[in-house]
């Protein structure tokens, strides 16, 4: 693929993808939205001469977000030891009409989760089908569909210990 083609390809593919790549950010870097959704795009640029098309591109694109975004999350620590105190965002929430923020609700949960269940959560938040789903996880629709049934299950029982 020449320059010109790859960049076009790229631009589409970013354009297509805007919201599931921000959603990814927004999960495992809720402090550094921006950061991350940077390095995704570069990840993205920098793989797509290397896609084979054995997967769907825009699958194959979330595939490359969250294999980032897991890799942002292993080095977050090391990212916040080098900060002083003072310079790190701190973690609020703030009320909305009815004293909760259904968002930052919805963020608290998350960061209670394992990076597969945050993964699959987002998936699920996207409508993406249970088909896509197992393509991305490499695993079957039914497994899909159990992990789903739990993670539900886990939504409710965490939402009931809610004040």
Known sequence: MDAKNQAS?????????????????RAYAPGDVDDLLQEILLQLWR????????AGIDTWAYRVA?????GWRRSAST???RLPQS????QSISGGDDGQDHVALL????????????????????????????SVFGVREGAVRVRVHRLKARLQQWAEQLP
């Open 79 to 81: 990212r916040r030891d």
């Open 47 to 54: 793989s797509l001469s290397s896609f084979k098309g054995e």
């Open 87 to 90: 310079e790190r965002c701190p």
């Open 66 to 70: 969250l294999n980032t975004a897991l």
């Open 107 to 134: 963020e608290k949960f998350i960061a209670t989760l394992s990076a597969p269940d945050r993964a699959l959560l987002l998936m699920i938040l996207e409508d993406m089908p249970g088909k896509e789903m197992a």
């Open 9 to 25: 390809a790229y631009d589409e593919l970013v354009e297509r993808n805007r919201g599931r790549l921000t959603a990814i950010a």
